[in-house]
């Protein structure tokens, strides 16, 4: 690719989507394509086709997904099937019609079996059943990678499919009905931080946004039911599951760094590739880091009658090493840079 390649970022607004627009602008690319889902209603085949005739991109980078956490999946199973099918198949197959021979396809590591042998192959796809709580979006994905790899295979496409670990970074979902693991964490802790000091006002300004507090949030922060008023002393922090299972986690920025490098690899067979940077951590390590950053210092409760999910989902990352990348961003670093870029959001 040179700088004048026309990229078409599909997503471009989302976390993923947006860390990779950072990097292409970066990386001096001046022919980039991102029309918001207002503009392109990815999930309409016409839409999509129109937009592939009137622009010819040459190269795609698909980010663009319904994508939440356990709550979300577990509550909304067939949206995040069939919409997350829908944008696949119309931008995937749209972008083979009208010649676009290189496309990084961005999935989810949720995608393998919930008892996959540690570190996670990518040879352990479909060898047995995946985690209950978010099957639906799994199968989608897995439609996903499949589509490009049989396009490879019949087409002589190049088209990518990266699979990254739990994400992280600017511009994350804050919802707490629809947010990942790291997110709720560093939203529930600054504002339990926040609730300790009666800084009703900061809770306030959180709220407008981030969006709503659950009735069981606003209650372990001890906040009255018009919000005007907090007792310090009833304050929790309530965490799902055990605390025991072990994630690993990325930095938006190392993902988005990934496939700029995939797609300046020049006569390398594109494949299913694991994006991690190859070490887990418990969750409730993880908590006790957001915990630290916030200054929260009052009880935690795990709630264990809800769900853990995997027990361990770590990624054997050894394929994206062997093809020249390593991620470079430490969890530590990267927690304080998505906790500073909350504290900027939720202070607006």
């Given at each position: 690719m040179?700088?004048?390649?026309?990229?078409?970022?599909?997503?471009?607004?989302g976390m993923v989507g947006s860390a990779c627009w950072r990097a292409l602008t970066r990386a001096g690319f001046t022919n980039l394509l991102g029309p918001t889902s207002a503009e392109l209603d990815l999930t309409r085949q016409a839409d999509v086709e129109a937009f592939f005739r009137d622009n010819q991109p040459q190269v795609v980078i698909l980010a663009a997904a319904r994508v939440g956490g356990i709550l979300a999946n577990a509550t909304f199973p067939a949206d995040f099937l069939s919409i997350n099918l829908a944008i696949q198949t119309n931008v995937i197959h749209t972008a083979r019609l009208c010649g676009a021979r290189h496309l990084v396809f961005l999935g989810s590591s949720c995608i393998y079996p919930k008892f996959a042998p540690q570190p996670i192959r990518e040879d352990a796809l479909l060898t047995g059943p995946l985690e209950p709580t978010?099957?639906?979006?799994?199968?989608?994905?897995?439609?996903?990678?499949r589509l490009c790899h049989f396009i490879n295979r019949q087409y002589d496409t190049v088209y990518w499919q990266l699979m990254p670990t739990n994400l992280?970074?600017?511009?994350?979902?804050?919802?707490?009905?629809?947010?990942?693991?790291?997110?709720a964490l560093m939203r529930k802790f600054h504002l339990a931080a926040l609730a300790k000091k009666g800084d009703t006002a900061g809770i306030a300004r959180d709220v407008a946004r981030f969006?709503?507090?659950?009735?069981?949030?606003?209650?372990?922060?001890?906040?009255?039911?018009?919000?005007?008023t907090v007792d310090p002393d009833r304050v929790r922090v309530v965490l799902w599951g055990t605390g025991t299972p072990r994630r690993e986690f990325l930095h938006v920025d190392d993902l988005a760094?990934?496939?700029?490098?995939?797609?300046?690899?020049d006569g390398v067979p594109a494949d299913l590739?694991?994006?991690?940077?190859?070490?887990?951590?418990?969750?409730?390590?993880?908590?006790e880091m957001v915990r630290r950053m916030s200054g929260y210092d009052g009880e935690i409760v795990w709630d264990t009658s809800k769900p853990d999910g995997t027990p361990q989902k770590l990624?054997?990352?050894?394929?994206?090493?062997?093809?020249?990348?390593?991620?470079?961003?430490?969890?530590?670093?990267?927690?304080?840079r998505a906790y500073d870029w909350y504290l900027r959001e939720s202070a607006r």
């Open positions: 040179d700088e004048t390649t026309r990229i078409f970022l599909a997503g471009r607004r978010n099957e639906a979006y799994a199968l989608a994905k897995i439609a996903g990678v992280y970074g600017e511009v994350d979902s804050f919802d707490l009905q629809q947010s990942h693991v790291l997110p969006g709503p507090l659950p009735d069981d949030i606003r209650d372990g922060l001890g906040l009255s039911r018009d919000g005007a760094a990934a496939v700029l490098h995939v797609l300046s690899l590739v694991n994006v991690g940077c190859g070490h887990d951590l418990r969750i409730a390590e993880l908590a990624l054997d990352v050894s394929r994206l090493t062997a093809l020249g990348f390593t991620a470079s961003i430490s969890l530590e670093d990267g927690l304080r």
